[in-house]
């Protein structure tokens, strides 16, 4: 077995020195362009559990890489001159330079044949009679662009600028500063990698890059500036240089890993944001990976690929998205400037959603409970804290998402309707909101859906809300909307959003453009027609009004009427009402308009938005923060941030635990309007963590909801909260199992 390493960073020496472990009768070569011992960059960061890997798979170069380790546990963030340290995280730094030579060390004692100052710029001519080619030339990977057509790479530059430098100065904590200066916004990651040097990052927007004059800069003087900008923290010591220039970080993908005899690994296959740490734990896992799929398949490397990529894909995948999360996160920080440093600080910490308020529990309760008692300023978990819209307070925060039940007659609500909202109003959430409803028979989506056109919906309605008043402390809220192009379509389970067979009703949009390609072609609207649905919406909210409900919602989402208008993908008209931003916002506003006219002024209106179509073409976070200043302007009250659902192809691209979270951070903290997270929340600790790191005022769970009605009141139980407002006298009697003395049950 022939094998070349192409590249000898962390992945290619790792894979070099396991395989040969393994296979001591293989050839194992590495290449690198580098002299021995000549590196870019400084330490670099691994957390505890990378390490146990490493012990697993090579006990040398583990006891090697501990030895010289500088282990810590603490994060220390200095903010608006503070500075909160949080403790129990667990990292250890190792000189880049050190991790390389260890490993160098190690392949030369296992017989793997080390070549440094070897460019390789076509690596066929360096890799002949190879069974096997590792493409370990990191992120700028020259064999990855040869063979593109294969790999199918996508390389995305991020906006923010970094240069990585590494300082003298000692640091006893994972450290982060932030400055602010007539040019803009800086942050430094900072951490001790041995016994008397740290890496000191220093990253940017671009704004601040520009206005600094950063891009103009040598590396000389960009050093003089950031020593003056951090020098109360520098307190003398200088900042040094290691091939250090400006530089925006890559996101790397490949849709394919392998091609004949050539996989990627490392850097070369997919990247990580250095904020989470896990480049080169990612490099060095692959090397495992690939080491045990060899193995596992005898060493037949087609296979071994197949078994490798299967393996890696999603771990990959999943950490690339929490990076994702990360980079944003410091790309956008200036979004969080106004923030308290305790909520900042933890704003920060659960930037990738891997650390949340029970994790965080766990690492530092101290620092937990400084951040929950900030919050709170009572002895309530977060979740069960009041929140305030207009003269509306909601006891707790926690909506019941609005769902549509498919089970009206002529938009009727009925004795199911009755049962499903009371149950879930005894459940005690803060808001209950009901589902979609339609503001005329034309505009429901399926021909189970509830209505609020005829005055018999008006009674109907106003029997559940006054259940709810009476026998709750659940605020109850109605969603007004119109299925535009998705009207006329069968119950959900027997098709969602396919047209009915037979009784079909005519159908309008902002474009003339059917759902399928087998739906109803919908007639574009005219002035007639906005006039028309205007009126609806107007009607349906004195309706709204007159049954008592608390909230009104405009439903500006998942590809319905009003929906429809906003995404470019769905609104291809050229009058006033299509084309840029201006147009497409400009009938939905007005119908905002004209039910906030009609609205309440003590009551409180908010707005469900698809804040991304998951698609390119779509609507853009910039046309989402213009819409809710524009929302905001006209007296919206609060934005529920959902997403997609408007066309047929509109996936989420990552779906994960509180997977649209990201947008409603974005309207809250860019537009400053308060703000509902909803998509798969599914526990108090998502809901904890999301309000107190400032991403959500409120948060909507749909389907928990349906599992169970009681969700709010089960959440009060597993946190051992017995003050929950609301709760209703006969179901008392579950009290007892709380922590704290008995209540007594009586008859
Ligand atoms: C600022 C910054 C901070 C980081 N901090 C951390 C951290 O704290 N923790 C962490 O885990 N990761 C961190 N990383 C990520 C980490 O450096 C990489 O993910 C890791 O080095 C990837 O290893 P690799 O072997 O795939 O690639 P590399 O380390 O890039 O190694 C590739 C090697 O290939 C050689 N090479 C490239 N092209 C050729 C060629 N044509 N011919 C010959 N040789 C070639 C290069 O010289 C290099 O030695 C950080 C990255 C950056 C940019
Ligand atoms: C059965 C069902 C019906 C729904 N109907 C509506 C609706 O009427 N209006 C609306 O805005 N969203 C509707 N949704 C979307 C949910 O409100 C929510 O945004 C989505 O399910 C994600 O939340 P979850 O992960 O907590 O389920 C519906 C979802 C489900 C499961």
Known sequence: MKVVCVGGGPSGLYFALLYKKVRPDAQVTVLERNKAGVTFGWGVVFSDETLSYLEENDRPTHEAITKAF??????????????????????????????????QERCRELGVELVFDCEVDDYTKHTAGADLVIACDGVKSKIREKLASSFKPSLEPRHARYIWLGTKKKFDAFTFYFAENEHGMFQVHAYRFDADTSTFIVECDEESFQRAGLAKATT????????????????????????????????????????DNVVLMG????????????GTKLAMEDSIALVKALVDTNHDVKKAFALYETERRPIVERTQKAAQDSLQWFENVKRYREMDPTQFAFSLLTRSKRITYDNLKLRDAGFAEHVRSWFTKTAAPAMFTPFKLRELTLENRVVVSPMCMYSAVDGLPNEFHFTHYSARALGGPGLMMCEMTDVSREARISPGCAGMYLPEHRAAWKRIVDFTHSHSKTKIGMQLGHAGRKASTKLMWEGSDRPLESGNWPIISASPLPYFPDSQIPKEMDRADMDAVKADYVRAAEWAEEAGFDLLELHLAHGYLLASFLSPLTNVRKDAYGGSREGRMRYPLEVFEAVRAVWPKNKPMSARISATDWLPGGVTDEDVVALARALKERGCDVIDCSAGMTTPDSRPKFYGRMYQAYWSDLVRNEVKIPTIAVGNISNGDQINTLVLSGRADLCALARPHLANPHFTMTAAIEQGWRELPGWPDPYGIVKPILPGPPIVARG
């Open 220 to 259: 000389e003087e960009s050093i003089a500036y950031c020593e003056k900008l951090f020098a109360e923290h520098l307190k003398g010591e200088k900042l040094l240089a290691n091939k250090s220039e400006w530089m925006r970080f890559v996101t790397v993908k490949n849709e394919a890993w392998s091609h």
């Open 267 to 278: 850097d070369a296959a997919h990247t990580a944001h250095f904020s989470i740490g896990s």
């Open 70 to 103: 500088a282990h810590w546990t603490a994060i220390d963030i200095h903010y608006k001159g503070t500075c909160l340290r949080s403790d129990g995280h667990g990292f250890s730094g190792i000189a880049r330079r050190e991790l390389l030579l260890i490993l």
